[in-house]
């Protein structure tokens, strides 16, 4: 009883978040594994369907093209957001002036509200006066249709994402780069190693697990796109860019079929879990 008393406060602040998590993450989560198998509106008693809801999404003409698109937003985001943010922290480590404010100014798309950010970028992507289309014509270069054209919609939702989310990656990067020991450095200068010879055998086998992990985060986050082509395409042009979670979204908010949409989220969910124990296992062999 003494131990109790004594970690009443802690115990209380652990309740307050288990209360948290269990009302805005397992509770949805639990739910929409019941609404998978049921067929409801939400307001008439739910009907039990088994796999029906699977099936039917499975069959669902887009379905294929909205996991492709999924894919690519990924692969695309990858390539741009887990290079992007580690190269700029490299610069930011190694400057010696105005290091706080550069990192204020890369951090500072995080504190936008997500709304704000893609509002403002559908207006660089105004195929009139936007601000891209403008630099472009700078340099004697056509403008291009950013949002209107299946071959440029998709990048241009990449590069939205890229730069709203940039700043965190970037900000947990510097911080591992500085705790690099500077011996390690020192002895590769003096073994006569340049540049890229010091970040391929010192800094990037020194912050190897937190880069698996920001690798994993990051295909977590961009699996679950939604923001950007709800509020920028809408699912086009010739839904191109209609992810599976925007399909959820269809299938929940607009044709009322809440257990499709439950299915659709188990699915993501499973391939997610997939991409998270393939991640554990590399950094425990990491570890080993």
Avoid at 73 to 100: K, Q, S, W, Y
Avoid at 119 to 135: E, I, M
Avoid at 147 to 174: C, E, F, K, Q, R
Avoid at 177 to 205: C, F, M, S, W
């Amino acid at each position: 009883m003494a131990v109790l008393r004594r970690n009443l406060t802690a115990y209380g602040f652990l309740c307050a978040a288990l209360f948290c998590f269990a009302v805005f993450a397992w509770y949805p989560m639990i739910r929409e594994f019941i609404l998978s198998f049921q067929e409801t509106n939400l307001i008439d008693p739910p009907t039990w369907v088994g796999l029906d809801n699977f099936e039917y999404a499975v069959g669902y003409p887009g379905f294929t093209e909205a996991w492709i698109a999924t894919l690519q937003f990924t692969f695309l985001a990858l390539v741009c957001g887990f290079a992007v943010p580690f190269v700029v922290a490299l610069v930011l480590n190694e400057l010696r002036h105005a290091r706080a404010y550069l990192r204020f100014v890369v951090y500072l798309p995080v504190m936008l509200p997500p709304i704000v950010a893609v509002l403002l970028f559908r207006w660089f992507f105004d195929p009139g006066p936007g601000l891209f289309n403008q630099l472009l014509g700078l340099v004697n270069l056509p403008g291009l249709a950013w949002l209107d054209s299946p071959a440029t919609a998709l990048i241009s939702l990449v590069i939205v994402s890229t730069w709203m989310n940039m700043g965190s990656a970037t900000l947990i990067y510097l911080a591992a780069l500085q705790n690099i020991p500077p011996e390690l450095y020192e002895a590769a200068e003096l073994d006569g190693a340049g540049i890229l010879k010091r970040i391929r055998h010192v800094t990037i086998p020194q912050t190897r697990l937190i880069l698996l992990l920001m690798l994993m985060l990051q295909i977590v986050a961009t699996m679950q796109v939604f923001i950007e082509p709800y509020m920028l395409t809408g699912g086009g042009p010739a839904g191109s860019t209609v992810t599976v979670a925007y399909m959820m979204f269809q299938f929940a908010f607009t044709n009322q079929n809440y257990g499709v949409a439950g299915a659709l989220g188990m699915m993501l969910m499973i391939v997610l879990l997939v991409f998270a124990a393939f991640q554990l296992r590399l950094t425990r062999e990491d570890k080993a």
